[in-house]
DNA sequence: TTCTAGCTATTTTTT
DNA sequence: ATAGCTAGAA
């Protein structure tokens, strides 16, 4: 074993058979403890194909993979690894019959479903007469909740939507319509994936007892982040060897938007009797002043595995915390101190900006940009979500699934006179006929549209019969979309387009149309030109969900404001407390420094938005972080922000000696006066400041 | 039935 | 700031 492991590690990597749960804290050598186990028990002799490794991400699997095979020798392939989403694909590829459906089954996103509620809406007649009928995006959201929760759609109202319940009886009839289109249409979306696989597992004793002999060993990383289907899948696959290991930490579960319930980590041991518990707590990340910033972020957190992580690698520098005064000023600071930094010798690839959502960094890509230095965002839009992307994706999945009415409908809507009456009836038609595209040939067409049709038509006979590649496809699809693609974004297609080629590139990657559709749908390349690290190493901006699992050396977490962080849509107790968590991610992506920033002002739609410093950044002890000069920055805008201003700069102010409180330095006393709203400060625990009462919220204590 | 201009609510996080 | 939606014109 090429891998140096530490007690705790040694006793996980080395476990015989049974459960073992292994509560490892951030950067406490969850991965390599992975690696190893897979290596010992190839090395053991089990045989890959009969391991089962279930990741939160593609990528951790396949980088965990390798590094196994590295140590164990090229004992490679075979061995199944993915996300759950993935490995459900591959294995209801196979078993699709059982469940009545089609091995060619298409794998629908949150897009798709959006245009499922939205034709159901009206065909229902929903939300016609009267009252506002909730968006789109909200009712897949509550139903989604409610299949990953295994609960009933009253019960997620009750619980999170209390302001739907007059629409129970028109959500609950919306979703009985959407599962039976879904089928109808060979469409699985996500949920449909897990709940799926699990009914399989469960119902189907054959397909049970194949995939159970075949997956013995079952490995599952980031278990904190499980919702109650996948822990059931697990379950099911797992139990009757009980040869399984989870690994997470319930510190860091984040995903309880979509479904995960960190209990399940911690009930772990009382669905499998007999677990073994094993604790890493050392930590080879992060210097000891970044754990203890993390330390004490959760330390105000509720239920969970108490554990306080330590390490041996050094005290390294204090946390900084720099308040600016709006984000036009933060974006400058950040991006002056990334110069800085990479003028100092740092690697780009060792920088990372994290952010709570992923329009925070805008203002920051811009200053980025204008400095010269090369970034790459993760997280926020992703590539298919644009038009122009669906529009094309749309050809390929009638290629695969000629019954596929979202996309019939998406590309008759592209066609001038023809509006959503008409292409409704089209795809009526498309669908009662066995083969769509000669009903579509056959369809009485007036004049005006009939052009386009046509052209669909004949585009649709020349690259049907799966003889083509991707890329041949492709570019016989662009031929028809390009000129329309130019009349329909007439303002950007030139950026549409560029898009377009890059989609093109990823294309030619592939031999055949259902992987590439599969991959989209399960593993979508990002936004921004889906550079994988192509520089060779730039500075990554990203959301903080999107950074779990990764690691650097400079770490930045911005927009730690009222109003941001914790978003405002977030509720109190369990949503707090996992917006909490959040920044405790965040922070340890560190190794060797942190830097914490939040504007005093933040403008949102309309006026202001908030700002100031985020209670999780004034709930922190003061020794955990140094506060970096308080020095005032002209406020832009301007104007009638009460919260930004304090009540008392306005009424006159201080007078030496006066006991203050400040809602970051605490305590103090005002011991003396430097302008008409400039004070100085003695703080009980942070000496001497200088304050400006326009921006400081400074009370009389 | 389609198109368009103006109104509105909207902004987490992701497989 | 913006996208998605509604109401009214063509």
């Not at 002799?45 to 279930?54: D, K, M, R």
């Not at 959502?357 to 970034?375: C, D, M, P, R, T």
């Not at 023809?418 to 083969?435: E, M």
């Not at 030109?529 to 770490?555: C, P, Q, R, Y």
Request: glycine residues 10%; neutral net charge.
């Amino acid at each position: 074993m090429t891998e140096a492991l530490n007690p705790a590690q040694r006793q996980a990597v080395e476990h015989g058979p049974g459960p073992i749960l292994v509560i490892a804290g951030a950067g406490t050598g969850k991965t390599r403890t992975l690696v190893c186990r897979l290596a010992y028990l190839m090395g053991r002799g089990v045989a890959p194909e009969n391991i089962l490794l279930l990741t939160f991400t593609r990528k951790a699997a396949e980088e965990m993979i390798s590094r196994a095979t590295s140590i164990v020798g090229d004992d490679t392939g075979r061995l199944t690894g993915g996300t759950f989403h993935s490995v459900a694909n591959i294995l209801l590829r196979r078993y699709a019959r059982h469940l009545g459906y089609e091995p060619g089954f298409v794998i629908s996103d949150r897009g798709d479903a959006e245009g499922i509620v939205n034709l159901l809406r009206s065909s229902l007649s929903l939300g016609g007469h009267g009252r506002r009928f909730p968006s789109r995006r909200m009712v897949i959201n509550v139903i989604s909740r409610a299949v990953n929760r295994c609960v009933p759609i009253g019960a997620v109202l009750e619980e999170q939507y209390s302001h739907l319940l007059e629409f129970q009886g028109d959500i609950e009839s919306l979703a009985r319509h959407y599962q039976a289109f879904k089928r109808e249409h060979q469409l699985m979306d996500y949920d449909d994936l897990l709940v799926n696989f699990r009914d399989l597992l469960r119902d189907h004793p054959g397909p049970c007892r194949e995939i159970r002999e075949r997956f013995v060993h079952v490995l599952v990383d980031e278990y904190q982040d499980t919702n109650p289907v996948q822990a059931e899948i697990v379950r099911l696959i797992a139990v009757p060897g009980n040869n399984v290991m989870v690994v997470g930490d319930d510190a860091q579960s984040i995903y309880s938007f979509r479904g995960a319930d960190f209990r399940n980590i911690i009930q772990f041991p009382d669905l499998f009797p007999g677990t073994v518990v094993v604790r890493l707590e050392e930590n080879y990340r992060s210097t000891q002043n970044i754990l203890d910033l993390g330390n004490a972020i959760i330390a105000h957190a509720g239920e969970g595995f108490k554990k306080r992580l330590f390490t041996s690698i050094g005290e390294g520098d204090k946390p900084l915390l720099h308040p600016l005064s709006n984000e036009a000023v933060q974006a400058r600071y950040v991006a002056g101190e990334i110069k800085k930094l990479l003028d100092r010798g740092d690697s780009a690839a060792e920088i990372a900006v994290l952010f709570r959502s992923g329009f925070h960094s805008y203002k920051l890509e811009i200053e980025l940009a204008s400095l010269g230095i090369v970034f790459e965002k993760r997280g926020g839009m992703k590539l298919l979500e644009s038009a122009h992307i669906k529009d094309v994706v749309s050809y390929f999945r009638l290629l695969i699934n000629p019954h596929d009415s979202l996309s019939w409908n998406r590309l008759l809507l592209m066609l001038p006179k023809l509006g959503p009456k008409t292409a409704a009836k089209i795809v009526q038609a498309a669908r009662d006929s066995d083969d769509p595209f000669s009903a579509l040939e056959e369809y009485p067409a007036p004049a005006s549209w009939g052009e386009g049709l046509r052209e669909l038509v004949l585009l649709f006979q020349g690259i049907r019969g799966g003889a083509m590649t991707p890329a041949a496809v492709f570019g016989a699809v662009m031929e028809v979309y390009r000129p329309r693609l130019e009349i329909l974004y007439a303002d950007d297609y030139p950026r549409r387009l560029r898009d377009l080629e890059q989609l093109d590139i990823l294309l030619g990657g592939y031999a055949d149309i259902p992987s590439f559709l599969d991959d989209i749908a399960l593993d979508p390349p990002e936004a921004d030109g889906f550079a994988d690290g192509a520089a060779g190493g730039s500075v990554i901006l990203s959301t903080i969900h999107s950074a779990k699992g990764l690691e650097w050396d400079n770490v930045f977490v911005i927009n730690l404001a009222e109003g941001r962080f914790p978003s405002t849509r977030s509720g109190f107790g369990p949503e707090l407390e996992e917006e909490r968590r959040l920044f405790y991610v965040a922070v340890t992506r560190a190794r060797k420094r942190v830097f914490l920033t939040y504007p005093r002002e933040v403008k949102g739609y309309g006026g202001f938005d908030g700002g100031g410093p985020s209670p999780f950044v004034t709930q922190l002890p003061h020794d955990v972080v140094r506060v970096a000069g308080l020095r005032p920055v002209p406020v832009y805008g301007g104007g009638d922000d009460f919260r930004v201003s304090s009540p008392t700069s306005a009424g006159g102010g201080f007078a030496v000696g006066d006991r203050v409180k400040h809602p970051f330095f605490a305590l103090g006393t005002v011991i003396g006066k430097t302008g008409k709203s400039k004070v100085v400060v003695a703080f009980d625990r942070h000496g001497n400041k200088e304050l400006h009462l326009d921006y400081a919220r400074l009370e009389r204590a």
